[in-house]
Protein backbone atom coordinates (compact mmCIF):
# COMPACT_ATOMS: atom_id res chain seq x y z
CA UNK A 1 0.00 0.00 0.00
CA UNK A 2 2.73 2.63 0.76
CA UNK A 3 6.65 3.21 -0.30
CA UNK A 4 9.23 3.06 2.22
CA UNK A 5 12.39 5.85 1.37
CA UNK A 6 14.99 6.31 4.12
CA UNK A 7 17.90 8.68 3.95
CA UNK A 8 20.83 8.29 5.70
CA UNK A 9 21.59 11.66 7.22
CA UNK A 10 25.32 10.16 9.12
CA UNK A 11 26.46 7.25 9.99
CA UNK A 12 24.09 7.29 12.84
CA UNK A 13 21.15 8.96 12.02
CA UNK A 14 18.48 7.99 9.41
CA UNK A 15 15.19 9.05 7.84
CA UNK A 16 12.68 6.55 7.32
CA UNK A 17 9.42 8.18 5.31
CA UNK A 18 6.31 5.83 4.24
CA UNK A 19 4.86 7.17 1.42
CA UNK A 20 0.87 6.66 -0.32
CA UNK A 21 0.73 3.97 -2.71
CA UNK A 22 0.10 6.51 -5.79
CA UNK A 23 3.34 8.07 -5.46
CA UNK A 24 5.38 4.99 -5.24
CA UNK A 25 6.61 5.49 -8.47
CA UNK A 26 10.16 5.85 -9.16
CA UNK A 27 11.42 9.36 -9.26
CA UNK A 28 8.89 11.24 -7.74
CA UNK A 29 10.09 11.55 -4.21
CA UNK A 30 13.26 12.35 -2.85
CA UNK A 31 14.59 13.58 1.05
CA UNK A 32 17.29 16.20 1.00
CA UNK A 33 19.96 16.41 3.30
CA UNK A 34 17.57 19.02 5.77
CA UNK A 35 15.43 16.46 5.95
CA UNK A 36 12.82 17.71 3.35
CA UNK A 37 10.44 15.74 1.25
CA UNK A 38 10.82 16.93 -2.69
CA UNK A 39 7.97 15.73 -4.46
CA UNK A 40 8.40 15.87 -8.23
CA UNK A 41 5.75 16.66 -10.84
CA UNK A 42 2.92 17.47 -8.48
CA UNK A 43 -0.69 16.48 -9.71
CA UNK A 44 -3.32 15.69 -7.39
CA UNK A 45 -2.37 12.13 -7.02
CA UNK A 46 0.06 13.25 -4.40
CA UNK A 47 -2.65 14.22 -1.94
CA UNK A 48 -2.66 12.22 1.39
CA UNK A 49 -0.90 11.35 4.76
CA UNK A 50 2.69 10.73 4.73
CA UNK A 51 4.20 9.48 7.53
CA UNK A 52 8.07 9.35 8.67
CA UNK A 53 10.39 8.54 11.57
CA UNK A 54 14.06 9.33 12.69
CA UNK A 55 15.95 6.62 13.77
CA UNK A 56 19.61 6.45 15.67
CA UNK A 57 21.41 3.75 15.75
CA UNK A 58 18.23 1.58 14.65
CA UNK A 59 16.74 3.00 17.42
CA UNK A 60 13.14 4.96 16.53
CA UNK A 61 13.67 8.29 18.43
CA UNK A 62 11.34 10.71 16.81
CA UNK A 63 8.24 9.64 14.78
CA UNK A 64 5.37 11.87 13.14
CA UNK A 65 3.02 12.49 9.88
CA UNK A 66 1.92 15.53 7.99
CA UNK A 67 -1.16 15.74 5.29
CA UNK A 68 0.01 17.09 1.68
CA UNK A 69 -2.83 18.27 -0.46
CA UNK A 70 -2.20 20.71 -3.91
CA UNK A 71 -2.62 24.05 -3.82
CA UNK A 72 -4.97 26.12 -7.04
CA UNK A 73 -4.85 29.74 -6.39
CA UNK A 74 -7.88 31.91 -7.67
CA UNK A 75 -7.52 33.92 -11.41
CA UNK A 76 -8.65 36.47 -9.01
CA UNK A 77 -6.46 37.57 -6.29
CA UNK A 78 -9.12 39.06 -4.54
CA UNK A 79 -12.76 38.19 -3.55
CA UNK A 80 -15.42 39.17 -6.35
CA UNK A 81 -18.66 40.91 -5.01
CA UNK A 82 -21.51 40.21 -6.85
CA UNK A 83 -22.99 43.97 -8.12
CA UNK A 84 -20.50 45.50 -7.18
CA UNK A 85 -18.74 48.34 -9.06
CA UNK A 86 -15.14 48.28 -9.61
CA UNK A 87 -13.22 51.33 -8.28
CA UNK A 88 -9.95 52.90 -9.10
CA UNK A 89 -8.14 50.19 -6.92
CA UNK A 90 -8.72 46.75 -7.78
CA UNK A 91 -9.42 45.72 -4.07
CA UNK A 92 -12.25 48.06 -4.05
CA UNK A 93 -15.82 48.58 -5.26
CA UNK A 94 -18.71 50.31 -4.79
CA UNK A 95 -22.38 49.29 -4.59
CA UNK A 96 -25.28 51.90 -5.42
CA UNK A 97 -28.28 51.41 -3.54
CA UNK A 98 -32.18 52.69 -3.35
CA UNK A 99 -31.80 55.51 -0.65
CA UNK A 100 -35.63 54.14 0.26
CA UNK A 101 -34.48 50.79 0.78
CA UNK A 102 -33.90 49.34 4.45
CA UNK A 103 -32.12 46.05 3.56
CA UNK A 104 -29.25 45.26 1.49
CA UNK A 105 -27.74 42.11 -0.02
CA UNK A 106 -24.06 41.65 -0.49
CA UNK A 107 -22.73 38.25 -1.51
CA UNK A 108 -19.05 37.79 -1.75
CA UNK A 109 -17.45 34.71 -3.91
CA UNK A 110 -14.33 33.20 -4.61
CA UNK A 111 -14.16 30.54 -7.21
CA UNK A 112 -12.30 27.59 -8.41
CA UNK A 113 -9.53 27.29 -5.67
CA UNK A 114 -8.38 24.55 -4.01
CA UNK A 115 -8.23 23.62 -0.72
CA UNK A 116 -11.80 25.66 0.13
CA UNK A 117 -11.38 29.08 1.26
CA UNK A 118 -13.11 30.58 4.54
CA UNK A 119 -14.99 34.30 4.42
CA UNK A 120 -16.17 36.52 6.58
CA UNK A 121 -17.97 39.71 5.95
CA UNK A 122 -17.03 42.79 8.24
CA UNK A 123 -18.11 46.09 8.37
CA UNK A 124 -15.86 49.04 8.95
CA UNK A 125 -16.25 52.57 10.93
CA UNK A 126 -14.32 54.82 12.15
CA UNK A 127 -11.99 53.96 15.11
CA UNK A 128 -12.61 49.85 14.56
CA UNK A 129 -14.60 47.04 12.39
CA UNK A 130 -16.85 44.71 13.52
CA UNK A 131 -17.28 40.64 12.10
CA UNK A 132 -20.91 40.21 11.12
CA UNK A 133 -22.62 37.06 12.15
CA UNK A 134 -25.37 36.75 10.29
CA UNK A 135 -23.70 35.33 7.05
CA UNK A 136 -24.83 32.26 5.07
CA UNK A 137 -21.91 30.26 3.68
CA UNK A 138 -22.10 28.05 0.67
CA UNK A 139 -19.36 25.61 -0.53
CA UNK A 140 -19.47 24.05 -3.64
CA UNK A 141 -16.83 21.46 -4.98
CA UNK A 142 -16.54 21.93 -8.86
CA UNK A 143 -16.19 18.67 -11.26
CA UNK A 144 -15.57 19.98 -14.90
CA UNK A 145 -16.05 17.77 -18.30
CA UNK A 146 -12.75 16.22 -19.49
CA UNK A 147 -12.85 18.42 -22.79
CA UNK A 148 -13.37 22.03 -21.17
CA UNK A 149 -9.18 21.73 -20.64
CA UNK A 150 -9.73 23.17 -17.49
CA UNK A 151 -7.86 19.98 -15.74
CA UNK A 152 -5.68 21.97 -12.95
CA UNK A 153 -9.88 24.01 -12.12
CA UNK A 154 -11.34 20.18 -12.17
CA UNK A 155 -11.82 18.99 -8.43
CA UNK A 156 -11.74 22.76 -7.31
CA UNK A 157 -14.01 24.41 -4.97
CA UNK A 158 -16.15 27.54 -5.35
CA UNK A 159 -17.38 29.18 -1.97
CA UNK A 160 -19.82 32.40 -1.21
CA UNK A 161 -21.02 34.56 1.65
CA UNK A 162 -24.08 36.41 1.75
CA UNK A 163 -25.20 38.79 4.07
CA UNK A 164 -28.09 41.43 4.62
CA UNK A 165 -26.82 45.08 5.53
CA UNK A 166 -29.66 47.07 7.48
CA UNK A 167 -27.69 49.77 7.69
CA UNK A 168 -27.15 51.29 4.93
CA UNK A 169 -26.35 54.93 5.46
CA UNK A 170 -24.36 56.90 2.46
CA UNK A 171 -20.55 55.65 2.12
CA UNK A 172 -21.03 52.59 4.19
CA UNK A 173 -17.79 50.35 3.99
CA UNK A 174 -17.86 46.61 4.33
CA UNK A 175 -15.21 44.17 3.41
CA UNK A 176 -15.22 40.75 2.81
CA UNK A 177 -12.00 38.97 3.02
CA UNK A 178 -10.91 35.12 1.98
CA UNK A 179 -8.77 33.12 4.69
CA UNK A 180 -7.09 29.97 3.38
CA UNK A 181 -3.90 28.66 1.98
CA UNK A 182 -5.14 29.14 -1.75
CA UNK A 183 -4.91 33.03 -1.15
CA UNK A 184 -1.82 33.01 0.26
CA UNK A 185 -3.16 33.21 4.10
CA UNK A 186 -6.05 36.31 3.44
CA UNK A 187 -6.97 38.27 0.97
CA UNK A 188 -9.90 41.02 0.67
CA UNK A 189 -12.39 43.16 -0.57
CA UNK A 190 -13.50 46.43 0.30
CA UNK A 191 -16.91 47.31 -0.81
CA UNK A 192 -18.61 50.90 -0.34
CA UNK A 193 -22.10 51.48 -0.31
CA UNK A 194 -23.84 54.81 -2.03
CA UNK A 195 -27.23 55.71 -1.40
CA UNK A 196 -28.92 56.92 -5.00
CA UNK A 197 -31.85 59.56 -5.26
CA UNK A 198 -34.49 59.34 -7.99
CA UNK A 199 -34.61 62.37 -10.26
CA UNK A 200 -37.90 64.41 -11.25
CA UNK A 201 -38.80 66.39 -14.25
CA UNK A 202 -40.82 69.76 -14.59
CA UNK A 203 -43.60 70.00 -16.61
CA UNK A 204 -42.10 72.74 -18.52
CA UNK A 205 -38.84 69.93 -19.00
CA UNK A 206 -41.48 67.37 -20.15
CA UNK A 207 -42.71 70.10 -22.54
CA UNK A 208 -39.13 71.11 -23.84
CA UNK A 209 -38.63 67.15 -24.03
CA UNK A 210 -41.65 67.00 -26.37
CA UNK A 211 -40.66 69.63 -28.28
CA UNK A 212 -37.04 68.48 -29.17
CA UNK A 213 -38.35 65.14 -30.51
CA UNK A 214 -37.38 63.40 -27.34
CA UNK A 215 -39.19 59.96 -26.03
CA UNK A 216 -42.30 60.68 -24.71
CA UNK A 217 -41.97 60.86 -21.09
CA UNK A 218 -45.14 58.54 -18.77
CA UNK A 219 -47.01 60.01 -16.14
CA UNK A 220 -44.90 58.51 -13.61
CA UNK A 221 -41.83 60.89 -15.04
CA UNK A 222 -44.13 64.04 -13.87
CA UNK A 223 -43.87 64.96 -10.32
CA UNK A 224 -47.16 65.86 -8.43
CA UNK A 225 -45.62 69.55 -8.34
CA UNK A 226 -45.20 69.60 -12.00
CA UNK A 227 -48.54 68.57 -12.72
CA UNK A 228 -50.37 71.35 -10.39
CA UNK A 229 -47.78 73.89 -11.58
CA UNK A 230 -49.24 73.22 -15.11
CA UNK A 231 -50.43 76.48 -17.18
CA UNK A 232 -54.48 76.84 -16.30
CA UNK A 233 -55.33 79.41 -18.77
CA UNK A 234 -56.01 76.80 -21.60
CA UNK A 235 -58.57 75.29 -19.49
CA UNK A 236 -60.75 78.82 -19.40
CA UNK A 237 -62.09 78.33 -23.76
CA UNK A 238 -63.36 75.16 -21.89
CA UNK A 239 -65.41 76.74 -19.40
CA UNK A 240 -66.52 79.79 -21.20
CA UNK A 241 -68.47 77.70 -23.43
CA UNK A 242 -70.02 75.42 -20.92
CA UNK A 243 -71.45 78.84 -19.34
CA UNK A 244 -72.93 79.66 -22.49
CA UNK A 245 -74.69 77.02 -23.70
CA UNK A 246 -75.88 76.62 -20.08
CA UNK A 247 -77.56 80.32 -20.40
CA UNK A 248 -78.69 79.64 -24.31
CA UNK A 249 -81.08 76.04 -22.71
CA UNK A 250 -82.95 78.40 -19.73
CA UNK A 251 -84.49 80.66 -23.08
Same mark, same amino acid.
Given at each position: ?9 ? @????? +?????? =? ?23 ? +? ?62 ? +? ?17 ? =? ?6 ? =? ?54 ? @? ?57
Amino acid at each position: MTQRATHPCS @SRTSL +EMWLPK =TGSQRGVYDIDNEFNLIIKNVTASN +EGTYYFAVKRHSIKVKWGRIEVCDKVSPNRLYPTVIGCNQDHDVDTCEVRVRHDSTVHNLTCVM +EQVKPAVQLKWIRLFMGGK =TELTNVST =TVRPVVLPAYTGSLLRNKTFSTSASVQVVEAGDEEVYECEAIGIAVGGSTRTRVRL @SETHPTTATYDEVQSSKKSGAAPVTADDVSPTAIANKPAEKFVPLIVLSVLLSILLTF
